[in-house]
């Protein structure tokens, strides 16, 4: 949880934001940690705190990984569920993505426009799909999808 954000002075004039996120909740990374957890033992349960099909597939329609010969191979392919972005910590970035869109869309500041331009955002993420997911739900949050695509 981070300090509630209390606006600038009035001639103040924020000109550029960096922004540096840690993905959000993730099933474990490893199946086995010592003798004190066997996951693989817990499959079933790690997989059902997964988004479904259909979630991560809109995030792919709306905020692609680019370029997409990396996004079809991440590092963790094939190691689901362990490793990998949780619903709950799917609504937690775009939790955070909504808080941005507020400080710096919808604010006197209007650092960003309401509808993203080329250029004035730039994103990046790592070749893991928990990182790669998070970014895609802080996108969401900043930028929702049009009632109709949601």
Same mark, same amino acid.
């Given at each position: 949880e981070y300090c509630p954000y209390s606006p600038p002075p009035e001639n103040f004039e924020v000109q550029h934001v960096s922004i540096f996120l840690r993905h959000g909740d993730r099933t474990p990374i490893s =199946? /086995?940690?010592? /003798?004190?957890?066997?996951?693989? *033992?817990?499959? *079933?349960?790690?997989?059902?705190?997964?988004?479904?099909?259909?979630e991560t597939s809109m995030w792919d329609e709306l905020h692609p990984v680019l370029p997409?010969?990396?996004?079809? %191979?991440?590092?963790?392919?094939?190691?689901?569920?362990f490793g990998q972005l949780t =619903? =709950?910590?799917?609504? *937690?970035?775009? %939790?955070?993505?909504?808080?941005?869109?507020? %400080?710096?869309?919808?604010?006197r500041q209007?650092?960003?426009?309401?509808?993203?331009?080329?250029? =004035?955002?730039?994103?990046?993420?790592?070749?893991? %799909?928990r990182t790669q997911q998070t970014a895609q739900n802080f996108l969401l949050g900043l930028y929702p999808p049009p009632p109709e695509a949601a």
């Open positions: =199946q /086995t940690v010592g /003798t004190a957890l066997n996951a693989s *033992e817990d499959l *079933e349960y790690w997989a059902s705190l997964l988004p479904n099909l259909e997409q010969e990396i996004s079809k %191979r991440p590092l963790d392919l094939g190691k689901e569920p =619903q =709950q910590g799917a609504k *937690e970035c775009r %939790r955070v993505g909504e808080d941005f869109r507020s %400080r710096y869309i919808e604010s209007g650092l960003l426009g309401y509808t993203p331009v080329t250029g =004035q955002l730039k994103v990046r993420s790592t070749n893991l %799909r």
